[in-house]
Every structure is written in structure tokens, then in C-alpha cells.
């Protein structure tokens, strides 16, 4: 078991005694060992035989019991171990193989002293060791205070990973041996305990995160290493309707890191997980279904991407990575389509994140033809600033654009009045701006005149008869979203 320690392998029944030559010629040289009977006895200088005490014979010291014969084989003072041959062991590793009035079955340990280590921790070679009040060595599980060590059925605290078997509904007591595992499942759970044997754990009924490697882990109170979603803060972040902000992703049983700065598709979601009673799915054609696939970004910090509530423009209500913008819900899953987003303060925009089965990268600039829920027409979202990615609203490259959809007169109308952001627009069956300043026909009769940027009804006689207000205006297109958000 223990390498590079004298062992005593122990069996209790007749007394064993000094026998050899060896043994007496050496006690004899020493002075004041007498042999009576064949028993070895010490002898003081009153001439009365020692008994109870300890007496040496060169490098070794032996106890003479209460008749002053040499004990063998026993503990003395419940400190000191002798061997058969009545030497003091030291430096020692001592097995008792069965129970005995004096001491359980087990293994104990005795110093350079000869002193029995008991209740406390002992190196040992290179390995830490602990041993109970009675000097046992421990094994197995051991609680000490807050700190939770593993010392296996060899006694010495282990470090390093460890899959262990483990019942959370039935937790191990101080003692119990564990198997070792390769892989975690509902049995087995994975620890890590540090160099000096103590395993990584949280000191309350939180998460602690630590740091290992270069990966960022968590573990609860027990020391299990978590896996999957779990929500390790307290509270939801400003703006987080949900809660999701409160979550991480710790991957597979096996895996236990902390996901950041990457994508991720999953096919289980907070709400299914332990921790699901921390966050709300009182939405529930926005919260993911269990089983369903969905897309995840995970931040530097390992929160996953969300629509904040308090988002004022796309730029805030999107998240940038890699250069490109994405779209995600309250509960962090991104989306793709035509969506609409009104905020807090009324403010309303428009953006296209690609098909359905696409990787739902924002797009911007002039798309010609955009397929909406079976329904094809030209869009135009904007290429910069704060509102990039917005579906254009008013005049872009003299052409008419309404949450991004391109305005056009009916057909066969030649031209027709459209209002977009209270401002009047006369606009022909390609969605070309009028802006020239003269007479326009409709369906071959006067109907409108430009004029110094205002639009008027005209008579046959081309007189101006009034001028257009927005009651005058034709429906704007029906935009039809894929998704709308009301933050």
C-alpha cells in the first residue's frame, strides 16, 4: 500500500516474545537485561526489576509491562506501537487486519517519535494523509468543516479530476468509498480537488466559479462540477424581462466549461433545466420548447445574448459579432425574418436578419427581391449609423421606402399620393419619386401638380383645385412581419 515505509502486518493471538540469539546477545550487552526463565527482564540499580517503563538497547526502545517483561505486539499509552520483537515501531505504517480491544481494523501511522499521528493531516512521502481521533487513517469521504476532501480506499487526498459515484438525493457520509468513474452521468458526477486536496465548491447554497486551466467552471456547495444551463447569479441584468441574463452554459456532463465568445446550437434551454424556476415563461410563443433546436451566443462574460428591453435603436437591440449583427429574443434564442421592434418610447423599426434556414446575419442596403411570408417586393435597409440594418423610411435614391418596403403606385394607376413620416410623396408604378415640378396625368386626365416641393389637385384646365393633406393619401403597402417586439 505505502511505498518506502516499513509495514507491520499484524496478527493477534499467542504472544510473541524475544526468541533469537541475536536479540538476547544484544539486550545482555546492554547492562541491566537479565534473563530469568528464558523472559527478559531489566534490572535497576536498587536490584528491582523495571516494570511500566520504557528501556533502550541500542538504537531501539522496548516497554516492560506490569509484571517487567517485555510487551509485545500491542499498543502502549494508546500512543506506541510494539512489534514482535518488542521494538518500538517508528516511521511506520501499522495494519491491523481485525479488531482488537485496543484498536479498530485499519491502518495507523507512528512518527519518528514512535508517536501514533492522530486527528490531524500528515505528509507522508508525497502524500497527505488524514487520521481520526483514534489514529486510524481515513478513508473514502471526509468532511472537515467546510472543506470537502476524497482519500479513496488508499487513504491519501486526492487532486486533480475525479469522477466519482454520487447521489445527490443520497450524498455520501465521512468514510464512504466511491467508485471512480470515466464519465458523469445521473450516478456519477465529476470534482475537482486542488493541490492541497480540497475540493473546488461554493460555501453557500450558490455557484462558485473557478478558474482551472484556462476554462471557467462551476460548482456547487457539495463540490459537483455543473453542467448544462444553470443559473449562477442572483438577479437578471437592467433591461433582461426574463431572467436569462442570469444564466450560463456549462456544456455536456462531461464537459462542465463555461461557454463565451461563441455560438452554440442547442437542443435543451433554461427553462428546462434545474434552475428553471429563474426564469419566466409567461411568453410562451417566445420561450424555446424542449427538444427544439435553437441558436445561442454566448458573450465574453458567458451571458447569452438577449433583446434588451430598454433597447432605443437596432444597434442596441442587436448584438455585433464578427463584424456582422444578430437578432435575439428575451430568452436569448437568435431569430431570423422580417422584424419589428417597438420600444419603450414608441419609436418603431424594421430589420431583416435572412431566411429561415439562414445563419441570421442583419442585412443592409437594397435588396431586390425579398420573399416576406410568400410575398416578394424590393427593401432597402440602411447602411450606417445607429439605425443600420432599419427598414428605410421616406426617400432613398428618389425612390419611396416604408419600414424598408418599397412604395409603388398600383398598376395602371400611372401615379398616387403615399404619406410616410407626415411628409407627402407623389410616386409612379416603380416607386420613382415625382419631384419635377409640372402637371402628371392619371389614367389620362390632370390629377396632380408639383410645386415648390408641395403636391396639388389639378382641374382638366390644369388649375390647382387644393392642396394634398395626408387624409388624401393612399394606404401604405401592408408590411407583414415574421416577428414583432414590443420592448
Known sequence: MIKNYKKLFLSFGAAAVLSSAAAFSSLAASGGWVSENGVWKYQEASGNYAYNTWKTSGDNSYYLDNNGVIAVNQWIDDTYYVDDDGVMAKNSWIQLSEDTSQKK???????????????????????????????????????????????????????????????????????????????????AKWFYFQTNGKAKRSKNDSYSAETIGDNKYYFNEDGVMMTGWV????????????????????????????????????????????????????????????????????????????????????????????????????????????????????????????ENDSDGKMLTGKKSNLSVDGETAAYYFSESGSDKGCGYNGSKDDYLYYQGRLVKADSGSDYQVFCVDNKMYLVNESGKIQTSSKNYKVNGSWTFKVSGGSIYFIDDDKKSTGKVTSSDAESLPEVIYDKEYTL
Open 105 to 187: 481494523a485499519g491502518w495507523y501511522y507512528v512518527d519518528a517519535k514512535g508517536k501514533l499521528i492522530k486527528d490531524k493531516w500528515s505528509t507522508i512521502g508525497d502524500k497527505k494523509y488524514a487520521f481520526d481521533s483514534d489514529g486510524k487513517m481515513r478513508t473514502g469521504w471526509f468532511f472537515d468543516n467546510d472543506d470537502i476532501y476524497y482519500l479513496g480506499d488508499n487513504g491519501y487526498a486526492k487532486t486533480g479530476w475525479l469522477c466519482l459515484d454520487y447521489d445527490e438525493d443520497n450524498k455520501p457520509d465521512d468514510g464512504t468509498i466511491s467508485e471512480i468513474r470515466t464519465s458523469a452521468s445521473d450516478t
Open 231 to 354: 443559473a449562477v447569479k442572483s438577479s437578471a441584468e437592467a433591461g433582461d424581462p426574463t431572467g436569462i441574463s442570469k444564466f450560463v452554459y456549462l456544456g455536456g456532463d462531461d464537459e462542465g466549461i463555461m461557454a463565451k465568445n461563441k455560438w452554440l446550437e442547442l437542443y435543451n434551454h433554461p427553462g428546462d433545466s434545474d434552475d428553471k424556476d429563474e426564469i419566466t415563461t409567461d411568453n410562451s410563443d417566445e420561450a424555446p420548447d424542449e427538444g427544439e433546436s435553437n441558436w445561442y451566443y454566448f458573450e465574453s462574460d458567458g451571458t447569452p445574448a438577449y433583446l434588451n428591453s430598454k433597447a432605443t435603436n437596432m444597434s442596441k437591440a442587436t448584438t455585433k459579432v464578427d463584424g456582422n449583427s444578430y437578432f435575439f429574443n428575451s430568452y436569448g434564442v437568435r431569430q431570423t425574418g422580417l422584424i419589428h421592434v417597438v420600444t419603450s418610447s414608441g419609436k418603431e423599426f424594421t430589420g431583416y436578419f435572412g
